[in-house]
T-cell receptor
Framework: DAGVTQSPTHLIKTRGQHVTLRCSPI?????VSWYQQVLGQGPQFIFQ???????GRGNFPDRFSARQFPNYSSELNVNALLLGDSALYLC?????????????????FGPGTRLTVL | QKEVEQNSGPLSVPEGAIASLNCTYS??????FFWYRQYSGKSPELIMF????GDKEDGRFTAQLNKASQYVSLLIRDSQPSDSATYLC???????????FGTGTRLKVLA
């Protein structure tokens, strides 16, 4: 089975532009989470979606938005890009069923999208 | 106080030795704990998870959890140069589906 896929692999944008990142979860997984990882830091939680509904949001500005489609794939959108948005954006896939902290909710990461804002 | 703390390293161990990686967390209600390995320029790869106090072994890896001390560790036996990477500790935030990560510990296994 294919793992989590993300596109594009790399992206270069300029300040003020908009970007859309895409993610397809592992087959059978219904939940997608998005994380931002700045160099030298651990991933920071942005959003989690399950069955097209937002199930969690991290401390990111409203410039960040996401959605999930009926096939469980997801998009992360970032508006009005800032230099500080340069990072590795990670998508993580999980079953999503069950209560939080359940073993079925273990998250598996995709290869990431490297965003550079100039 | 950071929610999840790890020593950034680097931790250098000779090939064949045991590498011990440590992580502390602040939320006493945290229930699920994860170790990920991340090679430079790559995404995190799940090594193992642990939910109950005590030890959990998977091949050369052993995770240890002590909820009373709010401490989780990862032991890597017979360390190999290919184990050289950053090891991320993640904690499932109580009552949510959100993972909180430490900054990671860089491990260098010397041949």
């Amino acid at each position: 089975d294919a793992g989590v896929t993300q596109s594009p692999t790399h992206l270069i944008k300029t300040r003020g532009q908009h970007v859309t990142l895409r993610c397809s979860p592992i087959s059978g997984h219904k939940s997608v989470s998005w994380y931002q990882q700045v160099l030298g830091q651990g991933p920071q939680f942005i959003f989690q979606y399950y069955e097209k509904e937002e199930r969690g949001r991290g401390n990111f500005p409203d410039r960040f938005s996401a959605r999930q489609f009926p096939n469980y794939s997801s998009e992360l959108n970032v508006n009005a890009l800032l230099l500080g948005d340069s990072a590795l954006y990670l998508c993580a896939s999980s079953h999503g069923t069950g209560a939080p902290s359940a073993s079925t909710d273990t998250q598996y990461f995709g290869p990431g999208t490297r965003l550079t804002v100039l | 106080q950071k929610e999840v703390e790890q020593n950034s390293g680097p931790l250098s161990v000779p090939e064949g030795a045991i590498a011990s990686l440590n992580c502390t967390y602040s939320d006493r209600g945290s229930q699920s704990f994860f170790w990920y390995r991340q090679y430079s320029g790559k995404s995190p790869e799940l090594i193992m998870f642990i939910y109950s106090n005590g030890d959990k072994e998977d091949g050369r890896f052993t995770a240890q959890l002590n909820k009373a001390s709010q401490y989780v560790s990862l032991l890597i036996r017979d360390s190999q140069p290919s184990d050289s990477a950053t090891y991320l500790c993640a904690v499932n935030h109580r009552g949510t589906y959100k993972y909180i990560f430490g900054t990671g510990t860089r491990l260098k296994v010397l041949a």
